[in-house]
């Protein structure tokens, strides 16, 4: 018969293997990326606002929140998701159309990806 030692030195490998098979079987979570919208000055507020809105069903305030810190800053995080989603967000952004409001606009705006850190 083992005595009480034996037992403690021989439970926790077993507890380890059960842990590690419990953890192999969970489901990874997929990475995730930033859809980041650039600045430029060839399109306006409205534009923007109603662009957020249209493809990501932002409310006008949070449009005009996310416009402002484009324009203040440079860019903004305008969703936050997985590769597949956000790939497809960026290039919805890119196929979005010029700015009618503006004379000598060029096209769509600019969006990039980045993996969320």
Same mark, same amino acid.
């Given at each position: ?32 990326? !930033?859809?980041? &919208?650039?600045? #430029?000055?060839? *399109?306006? +507020? ?38 597949? !989603?956000?790939? &497809?967000?960026? #290039?919805?952004? *890119?196929? +979005?159309?010029k700015d009618l409001s503006i004379v000598d606009c060029q096209g769509s705006m600019w969006a990039t990806l980045e993996a969320?850190?």
């Amino acid at each position: 018969m083992a005595d009480f030692d034996d037992i403690l030195v021989a439970a926790p490998p077993k507890r380890a293997a059960t842990r590690r098979k419990r953890e192999r079987q969970r489901p990874k979570r997929q990475p995730r990326y !930033h859809v980041v &919208l650039w600045n #430029d000055e060839a *399109h306006t +507020y409205e534009y923007v606002i109603l662009m957020l809105a249209e493809l990501f069903g932002y409310p006008p305030e949070n449009g005009f929140q996310l416009a402002q810190q484009v324009d203040t800053q440079g860019q903004a995080i305008v969703l936050t998701t997985t590769l597949e !989603h956000a790939e &497809l967000k960026r #290039d919805q952004i *890119h196929a +979005y159309g010029k700015d009618l409001s503006i004379v000598d606009c060029q096209g769509s705006m600019w969006a990039t990806l980045e993996a969320e850190r």
